[in-house]
């Protein structure tokens, strides 16, 4: 009798434990969570601005949009015509020799038609050298000779009837300029900057006296 009395009690005990051992094995079980893929959203805003600084560095690299160069300017009167090149005597840099090359643009003047003591304005990216003289490289080289009868004198400017047009000019003298007088046949040497004024203005860098 009491052999039974333990069997049962032993099998009630290991129910027990297996209930219990049941019940953990569901407490600390790994749970299943469902995998949400979450977009990350960027403002339109962002977006756009993404896509043109993206556009724009593609179009750096490519070559496609070139940085604008900035220009230099030197002038002054030749002193030396060399083979691709022309010397000036300038009053900012002393001597400066322009060297000529495929790429460099004339106005107002031809590369065959310049001669010692003509006024040249030029171009240049801003790289000179320390040589002596110093030496750039011309983008563009240019001068507008306006020529006229002398019709009015004022100070520091006089009044041109101008050959080509016969139009009225006032040009603003240097002061190399010299005492001119009503009748003189002159040439001045200008950069082409001229005010839409009536008459039109401009400032002469030279001045030369052809004669009566």
């Known amino acids: 009798m009491k052999k039974t009395i333990f069997a049962v009690i032993a099998l009630a005990v290991l129910g027990f434990a297996l209930c219990v051992y049941a019940l953990a094995a569901d407490?600390?079980?790994?749970?299943?969570?469902?995998?949400?893929?979450?977009?990350?959203?960027?403002?339109e805003e962002?977006?756009?601005?993404?896509?043109?600084?993206?556009?724009?560095?593609?179009?750096?690299?490519?070559?496609?949009e070139e940085m604008p160069v900035e220009l230099y300017?030197?002038?002054g009167e030749i002193v030396e015509i060399g083979e691709g090149y022309v010397v000036l005597s300038t009053q900012m840099h002393g001597m400066v020799q322009i060297n000529f090359t495929?790429?460099?643009?004339?106005e107002g003047v031809t590369q065959e038609g310049l001669a010692v003591g003509q006024y040249l304005f030029a171009d240049y990216n801003g790289m000179m050298s320390r040589s002596i003289p110093a030496q750039i490289t011309g983008l563009r080289v240019y001068a507008v000779m306006l020529?006229?009868?002398?019709?009015?004198?004022?100070e520091g400017s006089v009044t041109i009837?101008?050959?080509e047009t016969g139009m009225e000019i006032v040009i603003?003298?240097?002061?190399?300029?010299?005492?001119?007088?009503a009748g003189d046949h002159i040439t001045a040497a200008t950069n082409g900057a001229?005010?839409?004024s009536l008459p039109p203005q401009t400032s002469a860098a030279q001045i030369v006296v052809n004669g009566k």
């Open 194 to 196: 001229m005010t839409m």
């Open 147 to 154: 020529s006229g009868v002398v019709s009015e004198v004022a």
């Open 27 to 43: 407490m600390f079980a790994p749970v299943e969570t469902e995998q949400t893929e979450i977009a990350a959203t960027v403002p």
């Open 46 to 64: 962002l977006q756009d601005a993404e896509q043109t600084d993206a556009q724009d560095e593609a179009m750096m690299l490519d070559g496609e």
């Open 102 to 106: 495929e790429e460099t643009v004339f």
């Open 172 to 181: 603003h003298l240097p002061e190399t300029a010299g005492q001119l007088a």
């Open 73 to 75: 300017g030197v002038e």
């Open 161 to 163: 009837l101008q050959d």
